[in-house]
């Protein structure tokens, strides 16, 4: 697999973290929560990082600042698999939990972690 595709598929799991970010972002437990805003403003950077390279067109930037910040995205999604029992047990936040776990892992291996 080449750098372009790499980005490309990388790009499409980040519509998944795109997702569980807007689900926190105006969830009501998000106004309670500053751990939870932490989480949803890291999956934000993250994406926000990747914006430019992207939009370029370029593939070797986009994996580079991927790799930068991949520990980041790693340490939101961990909290978040931390928190998300204490913050509500409805379904929406444990599929959230399982579909943010799922990409994350999957963009850390195309990265080659």
Known sequence: MNDDDRMQQ????????????????????????????????????????????????????????????????RAATKLFREIQPEISSHTNFKMAAVSLFTAVEQVDQLLGN
């Open 10 to 73: 990388i790009d499409t799991l980040l519509s998944h973290v795109w997702l569980v970010r807007t689900f926190l972002k105006h969830s009501e437990e998000a106004e309670e929560d500053e751990e939870l805003c932490e989480i949803h403003r890291a999956l934000y950077d993250f994406m926000l990082a990747l914006g430019g390279p992207l939009a370029n067109k370029d593939s070797a930037a986009y994996l580079k600042q991927a790799k930068k910040k991949i520990s980041k995205l």
